[in-house]
């Protein structure tokens, strides 16, 4: 996600916001309590997902490389693990709430407005169908 003030010949509504990885994971903290304890389903973060799993993908990538007997590697091990664990986390408390209430959300994500957030991913509507 990166946010650059429109250039010319850019176009003017794609605009993205740049976040360093500790932004990126505050972001993911802030959506996964927010969803945890929200009595309804709220507007998906799938962007944000989408790049925590990327970063994990890079970060899995060094510990590959890194010498297993490192003190360094074990914490950078560790809060891979930790990371893991609150992504794995947000998609199941979502994933719950779209169980639970289904008829709801399908609603919902129908009689939405055009310009309207959707508050499903792809992935998360296909499943409340099923």
Sequence with gaps: MAEEPDQEGSDAGSEEVLLTPAQLIRSLEQAWMNEKFAPELLESKSEIVECVVEQLEHMEENLKRAKGGDLKVGIHRMEVERIRYILSSYLRCRL???????PHVLEKEKTRAEGDPSILSPEEFAFAKE
């Design 96 to 102: 719950r709430k779209i169980e639970k209430y289904f």
